[in-house]
């Protein structure tokens, strides 16, 4: 097990925090989170495959510890992520890599894809959507939101950044909700309570619908390069359903799709066998 390190690095003007470890030499990681967490979601994974892989956990602008500009200079969108953490590759010398993309992870580390196939070695979805039939009726509220922006809808969203709404996003789906550490929740709910990280979140909400509009590029790379691609997926998600995952199947015939009997955050409540299915699929 080697060390983990937490630094940073400037891209455009933002501080991007991040873990790294793992041996330079070793193939490259690289994991991207998702909502409303930030690369701690991360602690337990990267210890597990730290002797497999150069790893490096960026925490998004407006997540964790990566700064969160405001709002009147940067634009909240998937498309201006997905620049950050793209010049954030170039900056460390992540050339050529396997993303690990959750949540709102995969409409990040699939932009990154599509501008840059060849840099791509692989990929692991966990509960990473690109598909319509993955959305689940959850995503109602927000699809009212994309279809008219009212202050009304905007803020009928903000009961999903509540506290209780944190938790519940942990603990639905999991056999057992004594395994889901109180810390990861107890993290979100610090950083989500931030003066403007509600305003953030629900510029992000808005912005979603860019995903989906992009879902059939994001297939049609998958088609064309068919990357290495191992779906594996809390089955019992609210937000991103198993047809979802078994999609990818569609455009990526050999991919390895795996279902866990747990909920959306799958690495609370089974990393090690995430940890286990990674090592076998690119070993």
Do not use: C
């Amino acid at each position: 097990m080697s060390t983990i390190h937490f630094r940073s690095a400037q891209v455009d003007g933002v501080e991007v925090f991040y873990r790294e470890a793992g041996t330079p030499g070793k193939p490259k990681l690289l994991l991207l989170h998702g909502f409303p967490s930030s690369s701690h979601m991360f602690r337990d994974l990267i210890p597990l495959l730290s002797n497999d892989f150069h790893i490096v956990a960026p925490d998004l602008p407006g997540f964790g510890r990566t700064d969160m500009p405001s709002r009147d200079t940067f634009k909240y969108t998937f498309d201006h992520l997905a620049d950050i953490i793209d010049g954030l590759t170039e900056v460390i010398g992540f050339d050529r890599y396997i993303v690990y993309v959750f949540d709102y992870g995969a409409p990040t580390g699939f932009r990154l894809a599509i501008r840059h196939p060849e840099r791509i070695q692989g990929i692991v979805t966990q509960n990473g959507n690109a598909y319509v039939e993955g959305l689940s009726d959850g995503w109602n509220p927000i699809r009212t939101y994309w279809e008219n922006a009212t202050v009304a809808n905007r803020n009928a969203l903000r009961a999903l950044l509540t506290p209780e709404t944190t938790r519940w996003q942990y603990v639905h789906g999991t056999t057992d909700e004594s395994l889901v550490s109180p810390d990861g929740i107890a993290l979100d709910n610090y950083y989500l309570a931030r003066k403007g990280a509600d305003e953030v979140q629900l510029d992000l909400f808005l912005d979603y619908q860019s995903n989906v509009a992009l879902y059939p590029a994001f297939q049609a790379y998958f088609r064309e390069h068919k990357p290495r691609l191992l779906a594996i997926w809390g089955k019992n998600d609210p937000f991103f359903l198993p047809p979802g995952a078994e999609a990818f199947k569609r455009d990526i015939p050999n991919a390895q799709v795996t279902f866990l009997d747990t909920g959306h955050f799958a690495l609370e409540t089974h990393a090690s066998e995430i940890a286990d299915a990674m090592r076998s699929f690119f070993k």
